[in-house]
């Protein structure tokens, strides 16, 4: 076993927590820069692309926004007309959000970028790195929920 964290910078969860910027930082800038898009409106248009119609409190919860700053990213999207709103199915209160034809156009360019964005880092690893980081995520993942209160 290894010797326990001396620092804040030794900590795991600080350390993904980095790389975790990084990594935002980084698509950010492309986004933003190739496709006009904030990094959370990408999150936005990918998952209504991935998985709509979704109503304002999914799309929060899927993308971790809030749902004050999800409610205000769908605002902008929907005054560009990459996003439509529409009556829920199940409640006529909910409101149901998809993807306009603009919008879809522009997602499925966003999932290209994100695509080989994701396959540069995967080949950044070498073989069988893949497999054993794919397992410690999900390992981790399960841990941050166990280690998470109940509200």
Known sequence: MSDP???IRDLLSYRIHRLANALSRG???RYRQDFGVSLMEWRILALLGGFA?????????????DKAQAS???KALVARGLVERATGAQDAREVA???SAEGTTL???LMQAARERDAAFRAALPEGTLAALEEAIR???????RQTPKE
């Open 5 to 7: 964290p001396a620092t």
């Open 27 to 29: 698509a950010a800038r």
């Open 139 to 145: 390992l981790l993942q399960a841990e941050a929920r």
């Open 97 to 99: 959000l998809r993807l």
């Open 72 to 74: 205000r990213a769908v």
């Open 107 to 109: 997602q499925q360019g």
């Open 53 to 65: 119609p979704l109503t304002l409190r999914d799309l929060a919860r899927e993308s971790g926004l």
